[in-house]
């Protein structure tokens, strides 16, 4: 079993519409936990952490559930520029900054 | 300022070949860590180091891959005899540092290996 596990996609949406992005993560250890987002051909960019009561930037909201292990992730409104792979990422306790990424989840948005 | 950079962007081997990829980090980034991506796929861990001290090389996947960082700042890694299995994208990022986690990863544009 991989240590971060995603939904599968693609997920293909229209414009305006809400998506949510599920994760699960196999080690009860894990500290830190992010949502990074990467454009076809491109490097992986930080999209948001995510805190324990949940947080909220613009039109992305994440969730994290420490006790069932998972992390969520909501696109509200969503833009054509939202297109992109999600990837669910996060560290263990005192590895130096580690991230463990998951497989990524693509979007896209179509007019 | 500058970012994380990689060179050379795209590199192709044939098999057998060895190869070195080069990372800059960001000025005064204490941590560096290398990942390999596959077509489809996260970036799987392969080697942290922080300053010249390579504290993690667990995700090497090979005798074949060695990665330096002798000075603490520029990074190189190494693919001795490439296989086709190597074919990948490999990442370089670098932090500011902190065992637990909390400083951002800014990652290069990486360098597209592809072994023929």
């Known amino acids: 079993r991989k240590e971060v596990e995603q939904d599968p996609g693609p997920f293909n949406v229209p414009e305006g519409a809400t998506v949510a992005f599920n994760c699960t993560y196999s080690n009860s250890a894990s500290q830190s936990f992010f949502w990074y987002r990467q454009d076809c051909r491109k490097e992986p960019k930080l999209l948001m952490s995510v805190y324990s009561s949940g947080n909220e930037d613009g039109r992305f909201t994440a969730q994290l559930n420490r006790a069932s292990q998972y992390i969520s992730l909501l696109i509200r409104d969503s833009k054509l520029s939202d297109s992109a792979t999600y990837l669910c990422?996060?560290?263990?306790?005192?590895?130096?900054?580690?991230?463990?990424f998951g497989q990524g989840t693509e979007l896209s948005v179509k007019p | 300022g500058a970012g994380v950079s990689q060179s050379p962007r795209y590199k192709v081997a044939k098999r057998g070949q060895d190869v070195a990829l080069r990372c800059d980090p960001i000025?005064?980034?204490?941590?560096l860590f290398w990942y390999q991506q596959a077509l489809g796929q996260g970036p799987e861990f392969l080697t942290y180091f922080q300053n010249e001290a390579q504290l993690d090389k667990s995700g090497l996947p090979s005798d074949r891959f060695f990665a330096e960082r002798p000075e603490g700042s520029v990074s190189t890694l190494k693919i001795q005899r490439t296989q086709q299995e190597d074919s990948a994208v490999y990442l370089c990022?670098?932090?500011?540092?902190?065992?637990?986690?909390?400083?951002?990863?800014?990652f290069g544009n990486g360098t597209r290996l592809t072994v023929t």
């Open positions: 990422v996060v560290t263990l306790y005192n590895q130096g900054g580690k991230l463990i």
């Open positions: 990022a670098s932090s500011t540092g902190g065992a637990f986690g909390n400083s951002p990863l800014h």
């Open positions: 000025s005064g980034h204490v941590s």
